[in-house]
């Protein structure tokens, strides 16, 4: 199944799922916007993977919200690989694992590690610093959702505060320290030292 698209009365044959229903999922955003609209609107294999994955996720009872979260979290090639198993096997989703993942404490920004309390690199400079390698996990087979990783929920308009010593502090936007945060964690400690050493 390459980039295919579907019209939605393929779709509904190809998913037997009706069309109403996947208009209802588009409206809650656990499937994008199909390509144009009304009758010529173009459906692809994500919407496909994604209805798929919903269809077997229901008959645990999940709730909408958690198959969202889920559905987000994973890449096409994820959903497209977890298709296959659920199309070759009957598989019951491990909904203990699943509601443990979603009650999952998610790190906030108020719950990151204070500065002060992160080791101090002797000498180190930030240009040194290497960027984290961001290793994608398979899904495996009854356990996929005991190795899927949440997805920060990080409002781009807060910030966390990083004192650098007495009188001076770092404010970061916490989803670029999300994003970098080995190397902007490095950088504040460099400064710190620099602080210390001049000041």
């Not at 509904?12 to 955003?29: A, D, F, L, V």
């Not at 204070?114 to 390698?133: G, Q, T």
Request: hydrophobic share 30%; net charge positive.
């Amino acid at each position: 199944m390459g980039n295919e698209t579907y019209t939605i009365t393929e779709l509904e044959n190809k998913t037997g799922i009706s069309r109403r229903t996947i208009h209802y999922y588009n409206k809650q955003k656990l499937i994008p916007p199909p390509e144009g609209k009304g009758g010529s609107a173009k459906y692809g294999t994500e919407h496909y993977y994604r209805l798929m994955l919903i269809k077997h996720m229901q008959k645990s009872h999940l709730k909408l919200s958690g198959i969202r979260e889920a559905l987000d979290a994973m890449s096409t090639g994820e959903m497209k690989e977890l298709t296959k198993v659920i199309d070759n096997i009957s598989m019951d989703w491990d909904s203990d694992s699943l509601g443990n993942w979603m009650m999952m404490n998610v790190p906030t920004a108020e719950s990151m590690p204070d500065v002060d309390e992160m080791r101090e690199p002797a000498n180190m400079s930030f240009l040194d610093v290497p960027r984290k390698s961001r290793k994608k996990q398979k899904p495996a087979n009854k356990s996929f959702f005991r190795n899927l990783k949440r997805k920060h929920s990080i409002d781009e308009s807060s910030w966390g505060r990083y004192s650098i010593v007495d009188g001076i502090e770092v404010h970061i936007r916490n989803d670029l320290m999300n994003e970098h945060e080995s190397i902007i964690k490095s950088w504040i400690d460099y400064l710190k030292n620099l602080a210390t050493k001049y000041l």
